[in-house]
């Protein structure tokens, strides 16, 4: 059956959805709204409303790198307080998952796809907020706690 196999084979193999496997043609990355205007809108909204397609600009894979960058760092934006030791290991697995995929996304991208210098500027500017991110999910990370160490006291060696 072929419903099938686009509704559910492709996508699962593929790990996203069936079109999004599709070039969508150039598109344009908008700066986030000002400070004043940004408060009445969600972050992830915001980040919707940054992209629409228009003839001659970028292409979308570059587009898509922006947007993920942006959502990067406002996950950044909204850890950097953390406390050490602070945040759940499911937390820090699905944070590091993410920083993976935009490494990984990253290094996909064609260096001939982008005509002007952006690309470079913009990859340099992906492993800086990746270095910071991955540095703060270190330090943030709870240690993991084993059957052995609990309740038990520091034994001292003379």
Same mark, same amino acid.
């Given at each position: 059956d072929a419903k ?12 996203? @959805?069936?079109? &999004?496997?599709?070039d969508m043609g @150039? ?24 992209? !629409? ?24 934006? %909204? ?5 050490? !030791? %602070? ?19 990253? &290094? &996909? ?14 990859l340099s500017d ?15 990370? &709870? ?5 052995? %160490? ?9």
């Open positions: 099938l196999l686009y509704t559910k084979l492709l996508p699962a193999l593929n790990s996203m @959805p069936l079109y &999004s496997n599709r @150039p598109a344009e990355f908008l700066e986030v709204p000002n400070a004043d205007a940004a408060m009445t809108y969600h972050d992830l909204a915001r980040l919707a409303l940054t992209t !629409s397609p228009v003839i001659g600009a970028r292409p979308s894979k570059f587009v898509s790198l922006l947007v993920k960058n942006a959502a990067v760092n406002i996950v950044y934006r %909204s850890i950097i307080d953390m406390p050490p !030791s %602070s945040m759940d290991p499911e937390d820090t697995r699905i944070l590091r998952l993410a920083g993976r995929n935009l490494a990984n996304f990253a &290094s &996909s991208i064609d260096p001939d796809t982008v005509t002007d210098d952006s690309l470079a500027s913009n992906t492993w800086e907020l990746l270095d910071r991110f991955l540095k703060k999910i270190n330090t943030t990370a &709870s240690k993991a706690i084993d059957q052995h %160490s609990l309740g038990e006291k520091e034994v001292k060696t003379n």
